[in-house]
């Protein structure tokens, strides 16, 4: 891995909401955002931006993943991957870990 030799604050995008019973009248609300840094790598001249995953559950339990790629739409569609499975925060890990 490359050293960083400056970043820039980190943006963040609402991507989507999954709304999930999880039970008769109990529902969890999950918030899923794309993280954007832009980031200066040593032996670099320019900034490249770098994308993650952040995901909030009931706007009180979040978990993110910085720096999974350089690709933004791929990111995007881990994203829509994790949403359509009602991936929660405490999951998020163990998630990416199998698509890198």
Do not use: A, W
């Not at 019973?21 to 899923?32: C, H, M, N, T, V």
């Not at 739409?73 to 999951?91: A, D, R, Y």
Request: aromatic residues 8%; glycine residues 6%.
């Amino acid at each position: 891995m490359q050293k960083m030799r400056g970043v820039y604050k980190m943006k963040k995008c609402f991507v989507g909401t999954e709304d999930v019973p999880i039970g008769d009248s109990e529902r969890i609300k999950l918030d899923y955002f794309l993280l954007t840094e832009r980031k200066k790598f040593e032996g670099q001249i320019s900034f490249r931006s770098t994308y993650g995953i952040e995901i909030v559950k009931n706007n009180i339990e979040s978990q993110n993943v910085r720096d999974i790629s350089v690709n933004k739409n791929e990111v995007i569609g881990i994203i829509e991957v994790l949403k359509s499975n009602q991936v929660t925060p405490i999951h998020l890990n163990d998630v990416i870990e199998t698509f890198l």
